[in-house]
């Protein structure tokens, strides 16, 4: 099947049949602040609700009666301003460009007739409710990520690395930390998968989000242990309440490769007698052949995607109830280039400038490669009081199969050298009390709640990890006081983690079970200072911590994928976090500037280390990696600053810089992402809203990524007529540069709407290898890439 030529002429078909278009601009970067005061006494109406109908989001005055909506996309917008015992007030509001535009004080007349109930509802994201240091990518510039894995469309923010194995698989790294310290939220459900290892990538569809929302630091006390580096949140985006059927197309192409991807999603939500009730269905086909690289095509990298999801949503005013499931499929070809027999192989292969089997293009996807399917089913209810706040349920399974095949097959069938079945059980109950306001004009607002899961893990064939069972629970209450300029929070958390690992001794056929437990007490201190309406101090100080896994306790085998045998240590101990971040935001009309300090001390810092000493197993001589301990700081800045050179070009400059030590053994990390920085400028063209094409914008980009430096010193030794590597197996790659380039418009050809966006990567051809990339040791990254990305809203019947 030639995927490429069908979605073109799916496009084509799309293009021929359109008869409209409209879509978001090509960044949302306005922030739109105001005050709303009192006509009668000239008093801040804290509490009073702004409301954007055509986003159907909002925010909440504060005590000084100001707000701000951040992220705003060009375009004409109806607001609503509300407050109990005050008349409305809607006014138009037509934003630009501009990075930031302050309304004149809305003023709110009393209302003298017998008042009418106003409910409002505000949609607001889960890490609005969290005052910690945060990152999103949404709008127009989601909409330019699309097409590629979450790990890949996280890397453009900053502070936000990825490691990887090939061009396929890709992790997300947050501050120098992934695997088990990054907790990751589907849909507002803890995803749990196979997610240790480093070429275990998060089995989420990127297309069900809207919204990709990161919170930098640890962030335990909300979202439970194991948050030591941060939280990545996926949401989709509130289902219609407005009668009517709708839905968007995804159709994305890019030349390395050869991808082609078509995503689809069509919802609807019913008026008269069933108000309240809404649906959505969803669906992503993704295919991808061979990588490129600028001299030699990768064998075997080529991957598959299927995914669907389902949500069915009945919400009235006081309850309401959702149903969401979702099922991605993946089936992974890992570069041949990268499997070896022995260690001798694995040596040469490191030490060869290109890998000696260079094919041609192709689809075929053959041993070795990863299987993997991963089912989640959330059911979520809340109720809604007016006196005593909100309680809300999610209760979720999820189900994680991974199989990996090897080069060839030991037995001479098609059964896989290693297959893990996780199921967990999720379950979430939160109580937000309803705002407590002081005589002083302050206000109290805060949550409490219980997390608990439950775990059983279920292997076959080789032995890599154990059958395990595993129990967790936790209790936390955070609270939060806002008074004037200033806003407090603090949280405390106690868990309880328990753990029970089953060994089979195959010459008694005997089962023993080694049994763990842990428990911690966390806690959470932060503060925004309101300097100005242009400037936002903020600072959070928080601890947490994370139980070993069963493959940091109990590995011992050879790991198919990774190509290495992992030794567990079951002598290791919790890891214990102390999380420091600052920042400091400042909004003109002319300049953006965001500045993030941060430093986390982790004691018991756990990792696979490389041993480099081989084992010899049927197949060969294989490098070897334990897990191992030390006391270990991360420290860093990230830095963006955006400024409007004129009305129409702007230039961008995003930058991490990350410092990561062993304290325990005097020396540097392996595998910590090295410093980078990107700089853009992009050009807005002038173009009437009502015209054919509109909404025009071109940009130029380059990302310097420096050489790694810091890292342990790498060494060799002959043992037994074998070279032994310590520290790495190969000195870390030069530093290179990269430079990329994106168009986009919006196309009106009648009433519907379309987006266009032609992005272009490593424009240069130019040939590389990064740090955080395991395959960095056989062959380089991949070459020039050209992705034309094309955004379809539908509209079924006529919503009003």
């Known amino acids: 099947m030639r995927v490429l030529r069908k979605l073109g002429l799916l496009a084509g078909l799309l293009i021929s049949t359109i008869t409209s278009g409209w879509s978001q601009s090509a960044t949302c970067p306005t922030v739109l602040s105001g005050k709303i005061i009192g006509k009668d006494n000239r008093e801040p109406l804290m509490g009073a609700t702004v409301y954007v109908r055509e986003l159907t989001t909002g925010a909440v005055a504060d005590s000084t009666g100001g707000f701000r909506l951040e992220k705003l996309c060009p375009g004409n917008y109806t607001i609503d301003y509300q407050f109990v015992g005050y ?24 209302e003298n007739e017998t008042l009418k109930e106003v409910v409002v509802t505000e949609r607001r994201s889960e890490a609005q409710q969290l005052l910690q240091v945060q990152t ?13 894995s979450l790990g890949e469309s996280l890397k453009t923010l900053p502070g936000l690395y990825s490691i990887q194995t090939g061009p396929s698989i890709s992790k997300p790294v947050i501050h120098g930390l992934y695997s088990n310290r990054i907790l990751t939220l589907n849909n507002g459900v803890r995803q749990e998968d196979q ?16 919204r990709l929302t990161v919170i930098k630091g640890a962030a335990s006390i909300r979202y439970g242990s194991d948050a030591i580096g941060g939280v990545i949140l996926v949401e989709p985006k509130a289902l219609p309440t407005i009668p009517g059927i709708g839905g968007v197309v995804n159709a994305v192409a890019g030349t390395n490769g050869r991808q082609g991807t078509v995503s689809g999603l069509v919802e609807q939500a019913f008026g008269k007698k069933l108000t309240g009730l809404s649906w959505r269905l969803q669906g992503t086909l993704k295919r991808v052949g061979y990588a490129k690289t600028p001299n030699y095509y990768l064998e075997n990298s080529s991957y598959r995607e299927n995914n669907l999801s389902g949500t069915i949503n ?3 005013k006081h309850v309401g109830a959702e149903v969401f499931y979702s099922q991605f499929y993946t089936k992974v070809g890992l570069f041949t280039g990268a499997q070896v027999g022995s260690l001798t192989d694995f040596y040469a292969a490191i030490a060869r400038p290109e890998p000696l089997s260079q094919p041609g293009f192709s689809y075929d996807l053959g041993r070795p490669y990863q299987q993997v399917q991963h089912d989640l089913l959330k059911v979520r209810a809340f109720v809604r009081s007016e006196r005593f706040g909100t309680v809300t349920a999610v209760v979720a399974r999820q189900q994680n199969v991974r199989r990996e095949y090897d080069i060839q097959s030991f037995s001479r069938v098609t059964d896989p050298e290693l297959y893990l079945k996780l199921v967990t059980q999720t379950v979430d109950v939160t109580w937000e009390h309803q705002p407590v306001k002081t005589a002083n004009g302050g206000q109290w607002s805060g949550t409490v709640g219980f997390n608990g899961i439950t775990q059983g893990n279920v292997r076959r064939y080789l032995f890599l990890i154990p059958n395990y069972r595993n129990y967790g629970a936790g209790l936390f209450a955070i609270e939060r006081y806002a008074r004037d300029r200033w806003t407090v929070e603090g949280g405390i958390r106690y868990d309880y983690r328990w753990l029970r690992a089953f060994f089979l001794d195959e010459r008694t056929n005997l089962t023993t079970a080694r049994t763990r437990d ?21 600072g959070n100080l928080s601890t947490a911590w994370r139980a070993p896994t069963v493959s940091d306790l109990y590995s011992d085998g050879l790991h198919q994928s990774a190509v290495a045998y992992e030794r567990g240590n079951p002598n290791l101990n919790p890891e214990q976090a102390y999380n420091l971040t600052v920042s400091v935001e400042y909004t003109g009309k002319r300049l953006y500037a965001d500045l993030g300090l941060y430093n986390n001390w982790i004691n018991n810092y756990i990792y696979l280390k490389p041993d480099s000493v081989p084992i010899v197993r049927q197949r060969g001589a294989f490098p070897a990696y334990s897990y191992s301990q030390v006391r270990a700081t991360f420290r860093g800045v990230d830095a963006t600053i955006r400024y409007k050179l004129t ?22 990390l392996v595998y910590i992402p090295a410093n980078h920085t990107d700089n853009g400028l992009r050009y807005d063209f002038a173009t009437d809203k009502q015209r054919r094409i509109a909404d025009v914008y071109v940009s130029l980009s380059s990302q310097y990524v420096a050489r790694q430096n810091r890292v342990p010193t790498v060494t060799q030794r002959q043992e037994n007529g074998q070279i032994i590597f310590t520290g790495d197996f190969a000195p870390p790659p030069p530093a290179y540069s990269l430079l990329g380039a994106e168009v986009g418009f919006a196309w009106r050809l009648g009433t519907r709407p379309m987006t266009i966006i032609v992005t272009g990567t490593n424009l240069l051809n130019r040939a590389y290898r990064d740090y955080l990339d395991r395959f960095r040791y056989f062959a380089d990254e991949p070459g020039r890439n050209i992705m034309l990305k094309v955004k379809l809203p539908l509209s079924f019947d006529q919503r009003s």
Do not use: C
């Open 195 to 210: 997610q240790w290892g480093s070429e275990h990538a998060p089995q989420i569809d990127p297309f069900l989000a809207s």
């Open 518 to 538: 842990w428990r911690n007490l966390t806690g959470s201190l932060g503060t925004t200072y309101q300097m100005s309406h242009n400037l936002t101090l903020s």
């Open 87 to 110: 008349k409305s007030v809607t006014l138009s509001v037509v934003v630009g460009t501009e990075p930031l535009i302050t309304q004149p004080t809305i003023t709110l007349a009393p």
């Open 647 to 668: 009305d129409q070009l702007t230039f961008t400059s995003k930058t991490s810089l990350l410092f990561a030590y062993d304290h325990t053994n005097d020396d540097y």
């Open 136 to 148: 999103e990518l949404s709008g127009n510039a989601l909409d330019a990520s699309r097409g590629q």
């Open 314 to 316: 009945y919400t009235r």
